[in-house]
């Protein structure tokens, strides 16, 4: 597709429930970042992916979550015994990955814990 | 290490009039800067990036930025509000060396009075 695309778009779950969340980056781009915005609030850096490389995950707060990406392809986000804190929305950006290139954003996934 | 500040939270300005959005930075490079602008429910959308060419960089949707070195800056402007701009703006900086972090600032939200 001509942009990053992300899905579910909204998800709605019991508190203590696993979620996963799916994002397709831009084809060729091969750095795939994942992102958390709670309400009002601005970006939280959660893990960074660059081509085969380890990712880096410094930034997911917890081990309930965690993130796969199957080659420079689709990634996806997994949050395990859900807590409502973790309402939010989570975003998906890619960039060609070469220094100084803009991210290109999905439109994220918004998380509600009930 | 690299830092931006947005120096307001909110921005109001009536429909017709300019817009000036504040950002400095801080970079022990020269620094890749970029305009994000983020509406209700949607991912970013990239306004502008400068990359260390001209240092009056035009966007999108009329909005252009001026890269000032001196100053550390790199405001946002538009001569005449829309009511359309309303949304929360971002300002970003990257470190074209080849590392991958991108450092947000908190967001201006933007409203538009009629």
């Known amino acids: 597709g001509a942009g990053v695309s992300q899905s579910p778009s909204n998800k709605v779950t019991e508190k203590g429930k696993d979620v996963e969340l799916r994002c397709d980056p831009i084809?060729?781009?091969?750095?795939l970042y994942w992102y958390r915005q709670r309400l009002g609030q601005g970006l939280e850096f959660l893990i960074y992916?660059?081509?085969?490389?380890?990712?880096?995950k410094s930034g997911l707060p917890s081990d309930r979550f965690s993130a796969e990406r199957t080659g420079e392809s689709v990634s996806t986000l997994t949050i395990q015994r859900t807590q409502q804190e973790d309402s939010a929305v989570y975003l998906c950006?890619?960039?060609?990955?070469?220094?100084?290139?803009?991210?290109?954003f999905g439109d994220g996934t918004r998380l509600s814990i009930l | 290490a690299q830092s931006v500040t947005q120096l307001d939270s909110h921005v109001s300005v009536s429909e017709g009039t300019p817009v000036l959005l504040r950002c400095n930075y801080s970079?022990?490079?020269?620094?890749?800067l970029f305009w994000y602008v983020q509406h209700p429910n949607k991912g970013l959308q990239l306004l502008l990036k400068?990359?260390?060419?001209?240092?009056l960089v035009k966007g999108i949707n009329g909005f252009e930025a001026e890269f000032k070195k001196s100053e550390t800056s790199f405001h946002l402007t538009k001569p005449s509000a829309h009511m359309s701009d309303a949304a929360e703006y971002f300002c970003?900086?990257?470190?074209?060396?080849?590392?991958?972090?991108?450092?947000f600032g908190t967001g201006t939200r933007l409203k538009v009075l009629a």
């Open positions: 950006a890619s960039s060609p990955g070469t220094g100084g290139e803009p991210q290109h």
């Open positions: 400068y990359t260390s060419a001209a240092t």
């Open positions: 992916f660059q081509g085969n490389s380890a990712p880096d």
């Open positions: 970003v900086v990257s470190d074209p060396s080849g590392t991958y972090k991108y450092i």
């Open positions: 970079s022990s490079y020269s620094p890749s």
């Open positions: 084809s060729g781009h091969t750095a």
